[in-house]
């Protein structure tokens, strides 16, 4: 799969043209079935431009999230994140609720630092997606939807404030303590709580974004 060409004549700008063994169609992110929080993810990413990797086992859509992302970067003209797609283990499916893994734990460890994780501002999860989401009827957020959003975060973020709230600070000083975050992950984590701040129009930094700030980061901390 690559994108070929974005789809200007159509109406639909953020139609992608996709062409997979040899036949070409159209990629929205509302054609996605579930993904929401690697969609949500990608979004975050987009208005800061963190690098983010997706983890998932084989043909649960993380090439399509990346491109979909990519598409919105080229059609309005700004530099897209690095995007990077990852098996959660050699054999793809550590975690899997119905695949069992293959691999040694051993095997598992060696493959996860190679992996370099804590070099990504965001690392999401694309799991299994279960049937019913497969055969709801219901679309998702469009492309052009999600990118309007991100356009107007982008000119937002500038007006972020750098200021900390105080429980914000105990939640970053328990991520430090329990957790073990390094100093780099600190600043990376207030970085992109700014990103979902200016998503929200919001120009104080809360808890609320450090918090989800943290759940991309903690992911790290699992590779």
């Known amino acids: 799969m690559f994108v070929v060409g974005v789809d200007f004549l159509s ?10 063994k040899g036949r070409y169609r159209a990629m929205d992110f509302n054609q996605i079935k579930g993904q929401e929080s690697a969609k949500r993810a990608l979004e975050v ?21 990346m491109v979909c992302a990519s598409a919105i970067a080229e059609t309005n003209h700004f530099e897209a994140p690095h995007m990077r797609s990852a098996l959660p283990c050699r054999c793809g499916y550590y975690g899997d ?9 051993q095997d598992i460890r060696h493959y996860r630092r190679k ?24 679309e998702g957020e469009r492309s052009e939807t999600i990118a309007k959003r991100v356009v107007l975060a982008r000119k937002f973020l500038p007006k972020v404030k750098d200021d900390i709230p105080e429980d914000a600070k105990a939640l970053l000083r328990h991520a430090m303590n329990s957790i073990g975050i390094s100093a780099q992950q600190f600043y990376t984590a207030i970085a992109v709580a700014k990103s979902i701040a200016a998503l929200c129009e919001d120009t104080d930094l809360r808890t609320s974004y450090i918090a989800e700030a943290l759940h991309y980061m903690m992911k790290t901390s699992e590779f």
Do not use: Q
């Not at 109406?11 to 997979?20: A, E, H, R």
């Open 11 to 20: 109406g639909l700008w953020y139609n992608v043209i996709i062409k997979t």
């Open 45 to 65: 990413a987009l208005v800061g431009k963190h690098p983010i990797m997706l983890i998932g086992p084989k043909g649960m859509g993380k090439a399509s999230l």
């Open 97 to 105: 609720a119905i695949r069992e893994c293959m691999c040694s734990l």
């Open 115 to 138: 992996l370099c994780a804590d070099a990504y501002h965001i690392v999401i999860e694309c799991p299994r997606v279960e049937f019913n989401k497969l055969m709801h009827d219901t």
